[in-house]
């Protein structure tokens, strides 16, 4: 069975531009996840879906960052205008249920650096 | 506020030599404890979840347990393999997030 899929895996743009995260969870998982990871600050919860709908967005810096899911199969985490303190690597990953019960799948991340 | 921390940041081994990772946590209602490894350039992996105190989970060299404030990974007689990051979550009953240490370096050498 596939796991988590993102792309691209490698991001470089310069400051401004915007960016565009994607991500397919894996078939039949009902909750999906954001995450950015930076040496500073570790591993972060940014929002979270289930069954397609947005639960919890705390986690999201700031309103130039967005997501959606437009369908079971298909999420995407946009930055813009994107600045250089946005650079890490950005995780999805996907559950099944209640994710206590279950782990969380990761993706392989995409490593964004901001110019 | 829910924290979880990690110790140590870094841990060079001896191929062979036992020793443990510790996980500290102060997450209100614990609703599972959640143990990954990373390595360079992948996402985490998932090994164990623990629910309550007292309890222990094996998986080959790993073992995992956990008390009512921290978890530990015990690794015996490791191998250059299991050298990654190795991280623990908090999920609270609160809610869905899971708070991840910044997890332990692992380098264990031939």
């Known amino acids: 069975d596939a796991g988590v899929i993102q792309s691209p895996r490698h991001e470089v743009t310069e400051m401004g531009q915007e960016v565009t995260l994607r991500c397919k969870p894996i078939?039949?998982?009902?909750?999906l996840f954001w995450y950015r990871q930076t040496m500073m600050r570790g591993l972060e919860l940014l929002i979270y879906?289930?069954?397609?709908?947005?639960?919890?967005d705390s986690g999201m810096p700031e309103d130039r960052f967005s997501a959606k899911m437009p369908n079971a199969s298909f999420s995407t985490l946009k930055i813009q205008p994107s600045e250089p303190r946005d650079s890490a690597v950005y995780f999805c990953?996907?559950?099944?249920?209640?994710?206590?019960?279950?782990?969380?799948?990761f993706g392989d991340g995409t490593r964004l650096s901001i110019l | 506020e829910d924290q979880v921390t990690q110790s140590p940041e870094a841990l060079r081994l001896q191929e062979g030599e036992s020793s443990s990772l510790n996980c500290s946590y102060t997450?209100?209602?614990?609703?599972?404890l959640f143990w990954y490894r990373q390595d360079p350039g992948k996402g985490p992996e998932f090994l164990f979840t623990?629910?309550?105190a007292g309890e222990e989970k094996e998986k080959e060299r790993l073992k995992a347990t956990l008390t009512k404030k921290e978890s530990f990974l015990h690794i015996t007689a490791p191998k250059p393999e299991d050298s990654a990051t190795y991280l623990c979550?908090?999920?609270?009953?609160?809610?869905?997030?899971?708070?991840f240490g910044k997890g332990t370096s692992l380098l264990v050498t031939p």
């Open positions: 879906f289930n069954n397609n709908v947005p639960i919890d």
């Open positions: 623990l629910y309550s």
């Open positions: 997450v209100s209602g614990l609703r599972g």
């Open positions: 078939s039949g998982h009902d909750y």
């Open positions: 979550g908090g999920a609270s009953n609160s809610g869905y997030a899971l708070n």
């Open positions: 990953a996907s559950s099944f249920r209640e994710y206590s019960n279950q782990p969380q799948h």
